[in-house]
């Protein structure tokens, strides 16, 4: 095969879907076939993946390895990677084999439709990541809750329906607005293609009300405060495979979205809102910090981490800046490697005593001492300690802050120092004293699974820490282009004396060139039929 002609996004994110497929022909009992075909299926997947990074132009701007198939009336199913974008497909097929290993002895029940479940939520959060359809990002934004819905309702702890019914009712109201704003998008446009909405300017009143709704949905999955409450208790209740993935992957998915849409379709909308989301970014990173010094659950606290640190990413995006939108990139790819590696950790303590508590540990430096080595990295990476990932990402994104908004960087600049006090008084009591829990005197260290498993993702938190060029030269030409797209709209309206979209109290008044009118509805006979007869006017009707 010419891989310079092969269809490799497609084939990334086909491929655990074709493992998932294989997977379910099996017998329930041939638990050890579908743990190794999904195995299997995720370091492919992983391997492919790898050649779209060796392939991708980091000087071109625009999308790469764009595949393109007629799919529904007006849409298309498109596909295409930028600097922006691939990456997080990387961190995606690097993490699952992860997870899958993980899950070897972990796992016991229904294992076969557990490692479906995993390879069906790739699929969809690869799809997330490639789409180049708005109608196609909608399917898979909201598709992959499902299998992480099933995750945490079928594999979780003791509360996993709650759980699982406030992640989803949280996700509900997003998602309808979400599907509101795509259709009035469609209706105005006339088409769903992302990159020529990226082009398409959209009355400020109209950007007001788009903004809003897409805030919605993304707010929601990062989670930003105040509707962040969801995410505490599914990471309790998910199991160690499932917070993996739902931190490292799942709540980026909220930041790629304000990078793909609200800032580059919305400009105008997105300046007026700047100061909300320095806000609840502050908020966020300094609210959050003092509520995971009080956790006595470690996964609890590791979830109110992880809320801090996308504080950090929404208030780089929204500076508007180089170096404020490379470092919220940049902070989500290392969240991605050391929230990961946290969590395993955590589950590694979780497959021996069964309990997330902090008070059931201590003293594990005398038992455990590789493992109080590899959870001192991934403490010190969380922290943001310089040589590590946790650094680069936090310092870029507070450097873009302090070029916008002095008060509102020092202020996140706190926030570093909470972290330390959380994530540094949870080492101190489970890692140091003395070993006296009757429980811990038998614990025994890492395995060499575990160790296989913890053991990239350590080097690949010191190493980023060193030397982060390969995580900040791919992004470099899409973010100057993001960043350039923005300040030209910003000064196109200011020219034309519209320098922000208009508040809630302004009349809403839009042409809809391309909205269909209701012309005629037939509803006949025992087996109600629905006729709808539509046309596009040459004058679109107007709302107001």
Known sequence: MDLSTAPLLS?????????????????????????????????????????????????????????????????????????????????????????????????????????????????????????????????FFEAGLIPMFLIIGIWGGKERIYATFKFFLYTLLGSVLMLLALLAMYWYAGTTDIPTLMTTKFPADMQWWLWLAFFASFAVKMPMWPVHTWLPDAHVQAPTGGSVVLAAVLLKMGGYGFLRFSVPMFPLASEQFAPLMWTLSVIAIIYTSLVALAQTDLKKLIAYSSIAHMGFVTLGIFTFNTQGVEGAIFQMLSHGIISAGLFLCVGVLYDRLHTHEIAAFGGLVNRMPIYAAIFMVFTMGNVGLPGTSGFVGEFLTLMGAFQVNTWVAFLATSGVILSASYALYCYRRVIYGKLVKPTLEHIKDVSPREFGILAPLVILTIFFGFYPAPLLDVPAAAVKKLVSSYEAAISEAKAGGAATAPGPQSSLRIDWPHAPSLQAVNLSGSHASLTIMTEYPARAPELR
Request: net charge neutral; glycine share 6%.
């Open 11 to 139: 084939i990334v994110m086909f491929m655990p879907l074709v493992g998932a497929i294989i997977i379910g022909c099996l017998n329930r009992e041939a638990t050890s076939n579908a743990r190794w075909i999904a195995l299997w299926t995720t370091i492919i997947t992983f391997l492919i993946s790898i050649l779209i990074w060796v392939k991708f132009d980091t000087a071109n701007p625009g999308f790469q390895f764009v595949e393109e198939r007629p799919w529904m009336h007006g849409m298309s199913f498109k596909l295409g990677v930028d600097g922006i974008s691939m990456l997080f497909v990387i961190l995606t097929t690097f993490l699952m084999p992860m997870v899958i290993i993980q899950s070897w002895g972990a796992i016991e029940k229904r294992v076969k439709e557990y490692m479906i479940a995993f390879l069906v939520l790739e699929t969809m959060m690869i799809g997330v990541f490639c789409a180049l359809d708005l109608v196609l990002f909608y399917v």
